[in-house]
């Protein structure tokens, strides 16, 4: 799609999926009476996506680096 590698696009997903998941695992703590244990899925949601994206990070780091 557009020049852009399948790497990134699939980490795209893998984030979206992430943060859909969360967010109604989130919301079904909150509707059970249960805010902290929704504000733990809520963390373990963003690690998760973070997990995903620093090896992207690190890799567009090392292009620009490469370009300089």
Request: charged share 15%; hydrophobic share 55%; proline share 1%.
């Amino acid at each position: 799609i557009s020049g852009i590698s399948d790497i990134y696009i699939v980490a795209v997903y893998k984030c979206l999926a992430i943060s859909i998941l969360t967010k109604i695992s989130s919301e079904l703590c909150k509707d059970a009476n249960q805010a902290s244990l929704a504000a733990a899925v809520e963390m373990g949601g963003s690690f998760c996506a973070l997990g995903i994206v620093v090896p992207l990070l690190y890799s567009m780091l090392e292009m620009l680096g490469d370009m300089i």
